[in-house]
C-alpha cells in the first residue's frame, strides 16, 4: 500500500517521471520538489522487484516514466548521470510542478474535467492555493482506454510546463550514484528486453567509465575530459533501449532475476577502484 501511495501520490511527478525527495506528509501528498539521482535508482529497484512479485501494471508504468525522465532529464553536458534536480525556480519551491485549475483548463480544454476528476484539480488547490497532480482518490488504474485519455492529457501539460523557466541541474556526476541508476536500469532492461543481451555489456562498459575517468588518479585532465566525452553516446544509446516500444517490464521473470544479479555493478565501482588505486 506505501508503494501504491507513493506511485500515486504528489511525490510522483505524474507528468515528466520521477519520485521527489520525501513527502513532507503522511499522505505522500506534498513534496520536498528536489529530484534525486540515488533516491530514484532504488526506488526502481524497489518497483522492480514488487513488480515480479505482483506483475502490478501501476509498477510497471513507474519503472518505464522514471527510466524515460532520467534519460531525457538527467544526462550532464559532458556525459553521466547528473546528481540533482532542484525543488525550486522562480524562487519558488515547487513552482515548476503545480497548477492552477484554468491552466489545466486552458491547456487541455474539453478534456480537463475528466483529467482534473482523475488528478485532484480543483479551484481551491490541494496545497497553497494551487495543484500538486495525484491521484490518491483512487490508488488503482483505470481501463485502457481511460488511461490512454489520461496519458494523452498528460503529454499536453508536459508540453505546456516544458516552457516554463526550469529547476537548475546539479550536473556533478557522482560515481556510486551512477552506479546505482546503472544497476537499476540493467535490472529494469534485463527484465524485459532479454534478446538484448549487449544491453547489459553497454552498463558494463559505462560502470568501466566511471571507474577509469572518476577514480583513477593517475589520470590527467584533458585525458579524463576526453573519456568523459565519450560517455554521451553510450547513454544516448542506453536511452534508445530504454524507450523501446515494447516497454521496460515483461513477463520474464528468469531474466529479471538474471538483471539483479548484476546489482554487482554499484559495487564492483568501489571494489574495483579500491583494486586500480592500491
Known amino acids: 500500500l506505501t508503494l501504491d501511495r507513493m506511485s500515486q501520490g504528489g511525490i510522483y511527478d505524474h507528468l515528466g517521471g520521477g519520485y521527489a525527495r520525501y513527502s513532507t506528509d503522511d499522505k505522500w501528498l506534498v513534496p520536498h520538489f528536489e529530484k534525486m539521482l540515488y533516491d530514484n535508482a532504488q526506488i526502481m529497484d524497489l ?25 531525457r532529464e538527467m544526462i550532464a553536458d559532458g556525459g553521466g548521470f547528473a546528481a540533482t534536480l532542484d525543488a525550486d525556480s522562480e524562487g519558488e519551491e515547487g ?30 488547490g490541494n496545497w497553497e492555493g494551487k495543484t500538486i497532480l495525484n491521484r490518491l482518490d483512487h490508488l488503482e488504474l483505470e481501463g485502457a482506454e481511460e488511461e490512454a485519455a ?9 508540453g505546456v510546463r516544458d516552457g516554463r523557466p526550469r529547476p537548475g541541474l546539479d550536473d556533478k556526476i557522482l560515481t556510486d550514484w551512477n552506479g546505482l541508476m546503472i544497476a537499476a536500469l540493467a535490472a529494469a532492461i534485463g527484465s524485459a528486453l532479454p534478446a538484448h543481451a549487449d544491453s547489459l555489456e553497454n552498463l558494463e562498459r559505462e560502470r568501466a567509465f566511471l571507474i577509469e575517468a572518476f577514480l583513477d588518479p593517475e589520470i590527467t585532465p584533458a585525458e579524463r575530459q576526453a573519456r568523459i566525452e565519450t560517455s554521451k553516446q553510450r547513454l544516448i544509446d542506453l536511452e534508445r533501449i530504454v524507450l523501446r516500444d515494447d516497454g521496460l517490464v515483461g513477463r520474464n521473470t528468469p531474466n529479471v ?9 554499484t559495487f564492483l565501482v568501489h571494489a574495483a577502484a579500491e583494486r586500480d588505486m592500491a
Open 95 to 124: 513552482r515548476f510542478y503545480v497548477w492552477c485549475a484554468d491552466e489545466v483548463t486552458d491547456a487541455l480544454g474539453e478534456d480537463a474535467e475528466f483529467f482534473s476528476s482523475a488528478y485532484d484539480v480543483t479551484d481551491a
Open 150 to 158: 489520461l496519458a494523452a492529457a498528460r503529454k499536453r501539460l508536459l
Open 47 to 71: 518497483l522492480t522487484w514488487a513488480w515480479m512479485d505482483t506483475e502490478s501494471p501501476l509498477y510497471a508504468a513507474r519503472v518505464e516514466e522514471t527510466a524515460e525522465w532520467v534519460v
Open 257 to 265: 532475476r538474471r538483471a539483479f544479479n548484476n546489482y554487482d555493478l
